[in-house]
């Protein structure tokens, strides 16, 4: 079973920075790519940032400069460093990781969601 977990949200002025963090967890499993996405009230939800095994990775034209993801592999843990936050940035976070369980040869893919982190932009 796969496990995703969110941490890193919370208050900050704008202007201000946070790092979130989307770490996975379980047994026999290959992560191939893993995506922030967030969702502020009343909107839909949106792809903010996505990075893949390789370490390619793209960004939501409104947060490109502000926001940097990366990853650390030995970990499974895939960052969002997000700076000079302003109150549109409010959301919540969440997290989506897909790729496989391996078992000799055989991979069964997944797609994992966290159950987010709100982050609130305000003065």
């Known amino acids: 079973q796969v496990q995703v977990k969110e941490t890193g949200g919370g208050l900050v002025q704008p202007g201000g920075s946070l790092r979130l963090s989307c770490a996975t967890s379980?047994?026999?499993?290959?992560?191939?790519?893993t995506k922030w996405y967030r969702q502020a009230l009343g909107k839909q939800r949106e792809l903010v940032a996505a990075?893949?095994?390789?370490?390619?990775?793209n960004y939501l034209d409104s947060v490109k400069g502000r926001f940097t993801i990366s990853r650390d592999n030995g970990k499974d843990i895939v960052y969002l460093q997000m700076n000079n936050l302003t109150p549109e940035d409010t959301a919540v976070y969440s997290c989506?990781?897909?790729?496989?369980?391996?078992?000799?040869?055989?991979?069964?893919?997944?797609?994992?969601w966290g159950q987010g982190t709100q982050v609130t932009v305000t003065s």
């Open positions: 989506n990781v897909e790729g496989a369980i391996v078992h000799g040869d055989i991979g069964t893919p997944f797609s994992s």
């Open positions: 379980g047994s026999m499993i290959s992560v191939h790519v």
């Open positions: 990075i893949a095994y390789d370490s390619g990775f």
